[in-house]
Each structure stands twice: as C-alpha cells, then as structure tokens.
C-alpha cells in the first residue's frame, strides 16, 4: 500500500485553530495527510505533494491593480506567502485545491482579478453568509468539477464577499451561483488545480463535497509517483454513489 501523501494546508492567523482541523479531517478521510502552514511557518514544497490555501481574509488588490475597499480585512504578510506558494506550485507542478480565499488567490496568481463587492454586481446572486448549505451552485458542463463532484446544482454554504472576476490564464469557468457570479474555477491539465468559493471542509458529511477532497489527494498521490495527476484524477472520478439523491 502506498504512503499517505502530504498535503500543506495554508490557514488565517485568525481562524486556522479551528479550520485547519476540519480540513485535515477531510485530507485523512480522502487517503492523505495535512500539515499546516502559514505567515512565519516553516513552508518548503519540495516537502509536501500537494497543497491547499485555505479561506479567511481578504486579498489585497495590489496583487491585482484594484482599489481597496474600506470593508477589506487584510493580511499582506498571508497575501506574499500564498501568491509564493501557488506560483511556485504551479511551477513544480504540484497539484492544490483553492478554498474561498484559495481559489480567488488562484486566480490572481496566474494574472486575474477579483470582484471586491461581488454581491452589488451580481445582485441576483442569493446573499447568505453561513457555514450551512444554504446557497445554490450550477456546476458547469463539461468540467473537471462536474466529474468529480457530479452535474446537478449542488447546496453549499458561502462565507464571502468578493469572487472571481476576470480570469486568469489557463482557467476555466466550473461553477456559478443563480446569478451568474463565478463559484468554481479550474485549469484544464497538470498540474490539478481547482478553486471552489464555498467551504467543502465544513460540509464533510456531503459525499459531493469530500469528492473534492479525494481528487486533490488522487492528484497528490499521482505527484509523488511521477504520474500524469489528471488522468489518475479522471480513472477516479465521481463522487460516492448516494442513493438517497441528495445535491449537496
């Protein structure tokens, strides 16, 4: 049997006591292991096979040529850190897995831009701020997302106020809310990498949701053994069969 692979998860100062628990719980159920990292935290990824930036603060709009809102809650020493780290990431091609946070970050490292008042310009898009699943996402057609997690509109929760804009090079639409607003983004080849605005580490009982989980550690895996990660990921897709015919 293979080793477990190593998955770094980056967490807010203020939050990652409690979030990074919960998505080490997910990393385990999924086949891996979690190490945290963070702003003045050892982080080398030659050490690890895949990596998650997790959610919690805003990111500052110097990395992408936006003005700052007054609402903004910042962490520029987060904000140098995970841009280091995606890019670099990008660059070893190890896989990662962006959540809220993590896939605007995503996002702005390979060049995009974000919406900093998301909900004032998709004003259709249903406004909740809760860790229940509560929100209704379209998972796009055609995607690596809707393989893995499944076609049909799913329930998750959402805790944000800024998304995706503009996208960045190599991604590609996955998800969007009932008003259009970007929910999911995703390269198309290696390295695996998917961007998710909800929380699917709260959501650990929802079988789409820890689908997620375990395409990351798929690619993780796949990383460590020198093989291609999106055709692992693609020969292990879909979520667990759920006869009840729940979306979440």
Known sequence: MSRRPLIAVTTSRRSGWRIFPLVALNIRIAGGRAVRWGAGRPSDLSAVDGLIVGGGDDISPVLYGGDLVTSARLDPDRDALEHRLVCGALDRNLPLLGICRGSQMLNVALGGTLDQDAYATFERSEKVYTILPKKTVRVCDDTRLSAIAGRSDMRVNALHSQAVDRLGTGLR????????????????????????????????YARRQRAIFRALVTAARAYAEDRNQTRDVDADLGPEPDPSGKVF
């Open 173 to 204: 639409v996955a998800a969007r809310d009932t008003g259009g607003m970007i929910q999911g983004v995703e390269r198309i080849r290696d390295p695996f990498a998917l961007g998710v605005q909800w929380h699917p580490e709260h959501l650990f």
